[in-house]
């Protein structure tokens, strides 16, 4: 699995966000940092150490431009 930090929007409204890609390690070589992506994620709850958290799972992507 991959896991990926993607960024949301510029400037100071910049967000960064923390996603997992299940089953996407085959497909690590054609993502590149900084590189403009549209993506789907699910929203899925990851518990861990007795804590739970809402963690973005990436279900596509597909580069702009």
Request: proline letters at 5%; glycine letters at 10%; zero cysteines.
């Amino acid at each position: 699995h991959l896991a990926l930090t993607l960024a949301e929007g510029t400037g100071p409204s910049r967000r960064m966000v923390r996603t997992v890609a299940w089953n996407w390690g085959e497909r690590r070589d054609a993502l590149r940092v900084g590189m403009r992506l549209d993506v789907v994620v699910e929203p899925k709850l990851s518990r861990y150490n007795g804590s739970v958290t809402v963690e973005p799972e990436l279900k596509d992507a597909a580069v702009v431009g």
